[in-house]
């Protein structure tokens, strides 16, 4: 026997061919011919399994098992018709919910809604944006935390004896709170105001004859005076020369004008505020 057998890669399976050949030892014997009942007969080839003949012939429901090709078969899954898809007309607008309704005809009403809930959350969103613009804006000419905090300062006048003068800071400058004794009182009260180069009364640089509060800072050119000394016992500018009385006013030296006067109150006999 002599067999043939064509093979091509991973088709070999599906091609094969085998041909026979026999040595006659002996004469055949005649055919002999026995008549059947039924005659014999090939089927004919059925249709081609492709893409299109699957999807028709598969059920609409379940699952189909196909066989196409030699040897092969593949599964095939209809449509999910067996999930169930939830049901949401409670949320659809009463307009879209009849299917031969025309979508064009509610189309006016439905966009104007859109439009008017885009045109509010705008406008909402614009207005918070200037708001937060504008409070940036005003924040950032205001004075700062740390002046702000020194825009005032309250002084116990109870830790201030008779005679002494004590300097505090407000506002970056030195500030003189002194508390005048009797005779300091009455030698201001009597100085001539006329013979002053900033002529001021005392009365009008004290709120109460026994306190005197005032800049630490000189009218020449902004030094630090020194309390309790010069000729007039007040103040006195070790820098070029200028003398302040017990009031605060210049007497002697360059200095044009008196030692400023803050802003200032006494809410209660023993507490001072200043700004």
Sequence with gaps: ???????????????????????AAKPLSPAVVVAAAI???????????????????????????????????????????????????????????????????????????SYLITGMATGVTAAYCAKTIVTDLVMSMSASADVLALAKIEIKLGDIPE?????????????????????????????????LRDPQADADRVKKSEWLVVLGVCTHLGCVPIANAGDFGGYYCPCHGSHYDASGRIRKGPAPLNLEVPEHEFPDDGMLVVG
């Design 1 to 23: 026997m002599l067999s043939y057998v064509a093979k091509s890669n991973g088709m070999s399976q599906y091609f094969k061919a085998t041909a026979t050949v026999v040595n």
């Design 39 to 113: 005659p014999a007969a090939h089927p004919g080839p059925g249709p081609r399994l492709n893409g299109d003949t699957l999807r028709l012939n598969a059920p609409r429901t379940g699952l189909v098992k196909v066989t196409s090709g030699i040897n092969t078969s593949s599964r095939v899954r209809c449509a999910h018709t067996d999930v169930k898809i939830p049901d949401f007309s409670d949320y659809r607008r009463t307009s879209t919910k009849d299917p031969t309704s025309r979508n064009r005809e509610s189309a006016p009403a439905r966009q104007s809604f």
């Design 163 to 195: 005679g002494k003068n004590v300097t505090f800071k407000w506002r970056g400058k030195p500030l003189f709170v002194r508390h005048r004794t009797a005779a300091e009182i009455q030698a201001e009260e009597s100085v001539d105001v006329a013979s």
